[in-house]
């Protein structure tokens, strides 16, 4: 999905890739209990830990990339769904009918918009790039991304085909997805195809 960035339909020449810079932070590995049955749980053994570890290793071996880690809040624990509480609340549920499903182990990540921000702005103070192609969808980055483009880089958003605020389009210099878009049918055109983030 990032080399697909490389290129363009004005510009098919491949460029130079200088980095992939990827953010995250380690998984949970402490241990609890759930809040109903009481059953003890080993975070560091859950399916999502092993991948998240796993998938880290890799991104570390991998060339042209660097792996960059927050942190995860100490101030963490259970906490009841969304639509599981608005149930308890209009009395449709009691307290007796939930179940250790119902709950979700609710940890904040810590670091990782700062981390993002820092290198935007040593890449475009060094003028090491003349692109930066960021692929999120919250409003997080428009500091970044105003700093990025006065100093003339060229500030392209990857969404991942999620919809953006219309007021974010003035903060960068191109909307453009790579990945495939789950909500067409395969080779199914759609608007973002035609929106090329090198126009004139």
Request: with cysteine; net charge positive; proline share 8%.
């Given at each position: 999905?990032?080399?697909?960035?490389l290129?363009?339909?004005?510009?098919?020449?491949?460029?130079?890739?200088?980095?992939?810079?990827?953010?995250?932070?380690?998984?949970?590995?402490?241990?609890?209990?759930?809040?109903?049955?009481?059953?003890a749980?080993?975070?560091?053994?859950?399916?999502?830990?092993l991948f998240?570890?796993?998938?880290?290793?890799?991104?570390?071996?991998?060339?042209?990339?660097?792996?960059?880690?927050?942190?995860?809040?100490?101030?963490?624990?259970?906490?009841?769904?969304?639509?599981r509480?608005?149930?308890?609340?209009?009395?449709?549920?009691?307290?007796?009918?939930?179940?250790?499903?119902?709950?979700?182990?609710?940890?904040?990540?810590?670091?990782?918009d700062?981390?993002?921000?820092?290198?935007?702005a040593s890449?475009?103070?060094?003028?090491?790039?003349?692109?930066i192609?960021?692929?999120?969808?919250?409003?997080?980055?428009?500091?970044?991304?105003?700093?990025?483009?006065?100093?003339?880089?060229?500030?392209?958003?990857?969404?991942?085909?999620h919809?953006?605020?219309?007021?974010?389009n003035?903060h960068?210099?191109?909307?453009?997805?790579?990945?495939p878009?789950?909500?067409?049918?395969?080779?199914?055109?759609?608007?973002?195809?035609?929106?090329?983030?090198?126009?004139?």
């Amino acid at each position: 999905m990032c080399a697909s960035h490389l290129t363009s339909k004005s510009n098919p020449a491949r460029r130079e890739l200088y980095r992939i810079f990827f953010y995250d932070c380690p998984p949970v590995t402490k241990k609890a209990h759930w809040p109903i049955t009481r059953r003890a749980i080993d975070f560091s053994k859950t399916p999502t830990a092993l991948f998240r570890t796993r998938l880290h290793d890799e991104i570390r071996r991998l060339r042209k990339t660097a792996l960059r880690l927050g942190h995860l809040s100490e101030d963490a624990g259970w906490a009841l769904r969304p639509e599981r509480l608005k149930a308890l609340l209009k009395g449709d549920i009691a307290v007796a009918n939930l179940a250790d499903d119902d709950f979700f182990y609710d940890v904040k990540q810590k670091g990782v918009d700062m981390r993002v921000g820092v290198d935007i702005a040593s890449l475009a103070f060094k003028h090491q790039v003349d692109q930066i192609v960021l692929i999120a969808g919250d409003a997080d980055f428009v500091p970044a991304a105003k700093l990025a483009r006065r100093e003339g880089i060229d500030f392209v958003l990857d969404p991942m085909w999620h919809p953006i605020h219309p007021s974010l389009n003035e903060h960068i210099d191109g909307l453009r997805s790579t990945c495939p878009n789950p909500a067409r049918p395969r080779g199914e055109p759609t608007l973002a195809d035609d929106i090329d983030p090198d126009f004139p």
